[in-house]
């Protein structure tokens, strides 16, 4: 089984779904650079101050603070047996650093959704206001309305970044800086593109498939 995993796509895609998924599956952590700067920013520091300017316009968090917190976080022993790198690395900058750090990638999953489909899931995504598991109010719901699956919490909340706007803003930054990522990895041979459209479990079985036979 491949460990050293990173998720590819872009924002709506289901990244993080996957990631949450794959991770309870093989015991390895999921690194969001998407949580860790929301959390920053809940935590009001500095950083996350900073880094909420950017998130707001949907544009990137300027490289050299990306780099330096995935760094620090892939220092910490959890990551030994492997890891899931969610929405890192971004631009070329970002992989050539990791590459530098001596962080090599077993594969680099490429969720592939279409343009239609990416809005109508950002626009509908709330997650539990304790434990941050991500639902979508239709295509993806607690069991019982209101009352998430996981801690049993009934406050949900709905990222300040998932407006139609804001949204179109962020399929631009994808598009621009993170798309050129796919050949990159490809001509590695890393890459391996799942198809995203379809349910939940469905797409976790591709990428499970994928993970397991180790082929592209
Ligand atoms: P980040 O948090 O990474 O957001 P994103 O890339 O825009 O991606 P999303 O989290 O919106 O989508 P996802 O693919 O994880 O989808 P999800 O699984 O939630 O980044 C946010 C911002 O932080 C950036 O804009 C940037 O400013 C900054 N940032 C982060 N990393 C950075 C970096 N490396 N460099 C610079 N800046 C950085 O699913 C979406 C919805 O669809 C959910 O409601 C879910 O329930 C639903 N869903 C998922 N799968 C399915 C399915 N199969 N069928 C139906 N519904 C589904
Ligand atoms: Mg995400």
Sequence with gaps: MLTRLMMLGPPGAGKGTQAQLLSNKLGIPQ?????MLRAAK???TELGKKAAEYMSRGDLVPDEVV?????????E????????????PRTLVQAE??????????AVIDVVVPEE???ERITGRMSCASCKQVYHKTFNPPETEGVCDKCGH???NVRADDTREVVVSRLGSYRAKTEPLRTYYADQGLLKEVDGVGEVDEVQARV?????????
């Design 31 to 35: 690194i969001s650079t998407g949580d």
């Design 42 to 44: 809940a935590a009001g």
């Design 67 to 75: 780099v330096g917190i995935v760094k620090d976080r892939l220092a």
């Design 77 to 88: 022993d959890d990551t030994a047996d492997g890891f899931i790198l969610d929405g890192f």
């Design 97 to 106: 650093a990791l590459a530098d750090a001596q962080v090599s990638l077993d």
């Design 117 to 119: 489909l990416l809005i």
């Design 154 to 156: 009934t406050e949900f």
């Design 208 to 216: 499970l498939a994928l993970l397991s036979e180790g082929k592209g």
